[in-house]
Protein backbone atom coordinates (compact mmCIF):
# COMPACT_ATOMS: atom_id res chain seq x y z
CA UNK A 1 0.00 0.00 0.00
CA UNK A 2 1.60 3.35 -1.13
CA UNK A 3 2.02 6.10 1.85
CA UNK A 4 0.15 9.15 1.83
CA UNK A 5 3.71 11.09 0.89
CA UNK A 6 4.16 8.81 -2.09
CA UNK A 7 0.25 9.35 -2.94
CA UNK A 8 0.63 12.96 -2.97
CA UNK A 9 4.18 13.14 -4.98
CA UNK A 10 3.24 10.71 -7.96
CA UNK A 11 -1.12 11.41 -7.49
CA UNK A 12 -1.22 7.88 -7.25
CA UNK A 13 -4.38 6.49 -6.14
CA UNK A 14 -5.17 3.24 -6.77
CA UNK A 15 -8.84 2.19 -8.04
CA UNK A 16 -10.61 -0.31 -7.10
CA UNK A 17 -11.39 -4.00 -8.74
CA UNK A 18 -15.27 -3.05 -9.54
CA UNK A 19 -14.96 0.53 -10.88
CA UNK A 20 -12.40 -0.74 -13.30
CA UNK A 21 -13.80 -3.27 -14.28
CA UNK A 22 -16.98 -1.15 -15.07
CA UNK A 23 -14.81 1.39 -16.76
CA UNK A 24 -13.06 -1.31 -18.71
CA UNK A 25 -16.43 -2.91 -19.71
CA UNK A 26 -17.72 -0.02 -21.24
CA UNK A 27 -14.57 0.79 -23.09
CA UNK A 28 -13.67 -2.36 -24.40
CA UNK A 29 -16.18 -3.70 -27.00
CA UNK A 30 -14.59 -5.98 -29.14
CA UNK A 31 -12.32 -8.72 -28.84
CA UNK A 32 -9.57 -7.76 -31.21
CA UNK A 33 -9.74 -4.13 -29.25
CA UNK A 34 -6.49 -2.62 -27.67
CA UNK A 35 -6.02 -0.94 -24.64
CA UNK A 36 -3.77 1.64 -23.32
CA UNK A 37 -3.60 2.60 -19.81
CA UNK A 38 -1.29 5.49 -19.46
CA UNK A 39 -0.63 5.43 -15.56
CA UNK A 40 -0.95 1.71 -15.20
CA UNK A 41 -0.03 1.38 -11.44
CA UNK A 42 -0.64 -2.07 -9.76
CA UNK A 43 -2.31 -3.04 -13.25
CA UNK A 44 -5.85 -3.30 -11.83
CA UNK A 45 -7.16 -1.61 -15.38
CA UNK A 46 -4.83 -3.68 -17.37
CA UNK A 47 -6.34 -7.14 -15.96
CA UNK A 48 -9.63 -6.11 -16.05
CA UNK A 49 -8.71 -5.62 -19.94
CA UNK A 50 -7.41 -8.87 -20.39
CA UNK A 51 -10.19 -10.48 -18.33
CA UNK A 52 -12.40 -8.69 -20.73
CA UNK A 53 -10.94 -9.35 -23.74
CA UNK A 54 -10.80 -13.29 -22.97
CA UNK A 55 -14.15 -13.15 -21.98
CA UNK A 56 -15.30 -11.82 -25.74
CA UNK A 57 -12.58 -14.57 -27.34
CA UNK A 58 -9.85 -12.49 -28.06
CA UNK A 59 -6.33 -14.97 -28.37
CA UNK A 60 -3.82 -12.13 -28.69
CA UNK A 61 -4.99 -8.91 -26.74
CA UNK A 62 -2.61 -5.70 -27.37
CA UNK A 63 -2.44 -4.43 -23.31
CA UNK A 64 -0.03 -1.80 -23.12
CA UNK A 65 0.44 0.11 -19.68
CA UNK A 66 2.91 2.89 -18.74
CA UNK A 67 4.06 4.21 -15.13
CA UNK A 68 7.07 5.99 -13.95
CA UNK A 69 6.96 3.95 -10.72
CA UNK A 70 9.01 0.83 -11.49
CA UNK A 71 7.79 -0.71 -8.16
CA UNK A 72 3.91 -0.27 -9.32
CA UNK A 73 5.30 -1.58 -13.27
CA UNK A 74 6.52 -5.07 -11.10
CA UNK A 75 3.04 -5.45 -9.10
CA UNK A 76 1.41 -5.02 -12.53
CA UNK A 77 3.97 -7.04 -14.65
CA UNK A 78 3.42 -10.03 -11.68
CA UNK A 79 -0.56 -9.18 -12.06
CA UNK A 80 -0.54 -9.72 -15.52
CA UNK A 81 2.52 -10.87 -17.45
CA UNK A 82 2.08 -10.61 -21.10
CA UNK A 83 0.90 -7.14 -20.73
CA UNK A 84 3.45 -4.67 -22.86
CA UNK A 85 5.08 -1.88 -19.82
CA UNK A 86 6.68 1.12 -20.16
CA UNK A 87 8.43 2.60 -17.41
CA UNK A 88 8.74 6.53 -18.85
CA UNK A 89 6.75 9.61 -17.99
CA UNK A 90 3.46 9.72 -19.76
CA UNK A 91 4.43 12.85 -20.82
CA UNK A 92 7.09 12.15 -22.41
CA UNK A 93 5.51 9.94 -24.92
CA UNK A 94 4.28 10.88 -27.74
CA UNK A 95 1.89 10.05 -30.54
CA UNK A 96 3.62 7.87 -33.07
CA UNK A 97 6.17 6.82 -30.05
CA UNK A 98 4.08 3.86 -29.45
CA UNK A 99 0.42 2.58 -31.72
CA UNK A 100 -2.89 3.80 -31.00
CA UNK A 101 -5.70 2.34 -29.18
CA UNK A 102 -9.30 1.13 -29.83
CA UNK A 103 -10.12 1.30 -25.78
CA UNK A 104 -7.65 4.01 -23.15
CA UNK A 105 -8.36 3.62 -19.79
CA UNK A 106 -7.29 4.00 -16.28
CA UNK A 107 -7.00 6.74 -13.21
CA UNK A 108 -4.81 9.63 -13.86
CA UNK A 109 -2.44 10.57 -11.52
CA UNK A 110 -4.15 13.55 -9.51
CA UNK A 111 -1.61 16.17 -8.53
CA UNK A 112 -2.87 19.69 -7.11
CA UNK A 113 -1.02 22.20 -8.85
CA UNK A 114 0.80 23.38 -5.98
CA UNK A 115 3.14 20.22 -6.36
CA UNK A 116 2.78 19.80 -9.28
CA UNK A 117 5.95 21.98 -11.19
CA UNK A 118 8.76 21.69 -12.78
CA UNK A 119 9.51 19.28 -15.91
CA UNK A 120 6.66 17.47 -15.47
CA UNK A 121 4.47 19.99 -15.48
CA UNK A 122 5.99 22.01 -18.60
CA UNK A 123 5.72 18.70 -20.58
CA UNK A 124 2.00 18.40 -19.68
CA UNK A 125 0.97 21.70 -20.57
CA UNK A 126 2.85 21.42 -23.91
CA UNK A 127 1.51 18.20 -24.85
CA UNK A 128 -2.09 19.58 -23.99
CA UNK A 129 -1.35 22.36 -26.11
CA UNK A 130 -0.47 20.91 -28.87
CA UNK A 131 -3.71 19.10 -28.96
CA UNK A 132 -5.35 22.53 -29.04
CA UNK A 133 -6.37 23.00 -25.28
CA UNK A 134 -4.78 26.15 -23.24
CA UNK A 135 -4.40 25.29 -19.35
CA UNK A 136 -3.02 27.51 -17.38
CA UNK A 137 -0.21 26.75 -14.73
CA UNK A 138 -3.12 26.37 -12.01
CA UNK A 139 -4.12 23.19 -13.43
CA UNK A 140 -3.95 20.03 -11.90
CA UNK A 141 -2.10 17.12 -13.76
CA UNK A 142 -5.51 15.33 -14.10
CA UNK A 143 -6.50 17.89 -16.88
CA UNK A 144 -3.52 17.66 -19.27
CA UNK A 145 -3.16 14.03 -18.82
CA UNK A 146 -7.17 13.44 -19.86
CA UNK A 147 -5.66 16.15 -23.06
CA UNK A 148 -2.84 13.76 -24.07
CA UNK A 149 -4.70 10.52 -23.66
CA UNK A 150 -6.93 11.19 -26.33
CA UNK A 151 -4.09 11.70 -28.39
CA UNK A 152 -3.20 8.37 -28.46
CA UNK A 153 -6.92 7.04 -28.95
CA UNK A 154 -7.41 5.25 -32.68
CA UNK A 155 -10.54 6.27 -34.99
CA UNK A 156 -14.00 5.60 -33.15
CA UNK A 157 -11.84 4.78 -30.06
CA UNK A 158 -12.63 5.20 -26.50
CA UNK A 159 -11.63 7.12 -23.44
CA UNK A 160 -12.75 5.46 -20.18
CA UNK A 161 -10.93 7.45 -17.05
CA UNK A 162 -11.72 8.15 -13.00
CA UNK A 163 -11.84 11.68 -13.34
CA UNK A 164 -12.49 13.87 -10.00
CA UNK A 165 -15.29 16.18 -9.29
CA UNK A 166 -13.29 19.32 -10.56
CA UNK A 167 -14.33 18.54 -14.21
CA UNK A 168 -17.23 20.11 -13.41
CA UNK A 169 -16.78 23.45 -11.37
CA UNK A 170 -12.85 24.32 -11.88
CA UNK A 171 -12.77 27.14 -14.49
CA UNK A 172 -9.89 25.30 -16.06
CA UNK A 173 -11.87 21.96 -16.59
CA UNK A 174 -13.78 23.80 -19.28
CA UNK A 175 -11.02 23.60 -21.62
CA UNK A 176 -10.84 20.08 -21.12
CA UNK A 177 -14.36 19.56 -21.52
CA UNK A 178 -14.68 21.02 -24.55
CA UNK A 179 -11.64 19.67 -26.15
CA UNK A 180 -13.54 15.83 -25.43
CA UNK A 181 -16.68 16.54 -26.31
Not at 20 to 35: G, L, P
Not at 83 to 109: E, H, M, Q, W, Y
Request: net charge positive; aromatic share 10%.
Amino acid sequence: MATATFQKSFGAFYTAEPVAHTITKWAVRDRNDSVLDPSCGDGVFLSSAARCLAAMGGKSPQIWGIDVNEGALRSAKARLPECRLLNVDFFSTKPGDIPSFNAIIGNPPFIRYQTFNGSSRSAALARAKEAGVHLPKLSSSWAPFLVHAAAFLAKGGRLGMVVPAELGHAQYAREVLGFLI
